[in-house]
């Protein structure tokens, strides 16, 4: 009877931890998605406004590191070009994930208007995203080309 208890406990313990692993998979594909398309879009009209407001979805310094290339380099050359910026992912995908801690690989593509290029230009990259999870939220913690 004990066993037949403490293996009901294990199982149900293992279904619920896998059910956790399930929602930090896709919660922390959907936050890394939303957080780096608003990090890397932006249009010299409001670059100054939009772009800090993506730090409220970062994590430790690199949330500072990220305030400090807004404020002087990407705010300043986005309005001395004209540069306006859409960023969407393409696809993404789980590289490693626990229930506090997750890496994602993104695909991301984005067009490039300028005063001196108004015809969009296309790019595209491969993004690996760091990801924490602080309470019930996902931050970003770092955004490293690949």
């Known amino acids: 009877m004990v066993a037949m208890l403490g293996a ?3 199982f149900g313990y293992d279904a619920w931890h896998l059910k956790q692993l399930d929602h930090a998979r ?9 957080t780096v398309e608003s990090m890397f879009s932006y ?5 100054d ?9 970062l994590s430790g310094g690199f949330k500072d590191d990220y305030l400090k290339l ?4 990407i705010a300043p050359g986005a309005k001395e070009k ?5 960023a969407s992912t393409q696809a993404g995908g789980v590289i490693d994930v626990d229930t506090k801690h997750a890496k994602v690989l993104l695909f991301l593509n984005q067009m490039t208007t300028s005063k001196d290029n108004p015809q969009a230009t296309a790019s595209g990259s491969r993004v690996r995203v760091d990801l924490d999870k602080s309470g019930d939220r996902w931050l970003v913690s770092e955004v490293t080309p690949i």
């Open 8 to 10: 009901a406990g294990w």
């Open 70 to 73: 807004v404020n002087e380099s």
């Open 26 to 34: 896709t919660d922390s594909v959907a936050a890394a998605r939303k």
């Open 49 to 57: 406004k939009a772009l800090p407001k993506v730090a409220d979805d």
């Open 82 to 86: 004209q540069l306006t910026v859409i």
């Open 43 to 47: 249009d010299f009209n409001s670059v």
